[in-house]
């Protein structure tokens, strides 16, 4: 009896996580899989290698990483190459810079979330309240 192939999503897991985070099995079991399948041990480096350039802001890397993902036939990975290149050079400064909209786009969000609880029937003066007292 031969035993079960892991499942697309336990390989995704496998390949989204941190490797020294797998135990010795699923870096087993991942490594059989990336043998047997080209195309997703091309996945794997090319995932692995973007968390690298995400976690460690090198930015500068991104064009080399572009490049390689489209040396390689992967649909997927060349969508993504191809909406990357349309906004290269927000995405570098991204990638790179330690700045973060993130709490201006959160204020936005639930200046959004408020004007959408009164259905459109407040005015400007009765918005500008809740913003205030929220």
């Known amino acids: 009896m031969t035993a079960r192939p892991p499942s697309p999503r336990t390989v995704s897991g496998w390949i989204l996580r941190r490797p020294e985070t797998l135990t010795e099995p699923e870096q087993l079991q991942l490594k059989i899989v990336r043998a047997q ?10 995932v692995r290698s973007f968390a690298i350039m995400l976690t460690d802001r090198q930015g500068e890397r991104l064009p080399d990483w572009l490049h390689a993902v489209r040396q390689d036939d992967l649909p997927s990975l060349r969508t993504l190459a191809a909406g990357i290149d349309r906004d290269l050079d927000a995405v570098t400064a991204g990638l790179t810079l330690s700045w973060s909209s993130g709490a201006a786009e959160g204020h936005v969000n639930r200046i959004k979330m408020l004007k959408r609880q009164t259905f459109g029937r407040a005015g400007f003066r009765l918005l500008r309240k809740r913003v205030l007292l929220a």
């Open 37 to 46: 399948c080209p195309e997703l041990d091309a996945l794997t480096r090319h």
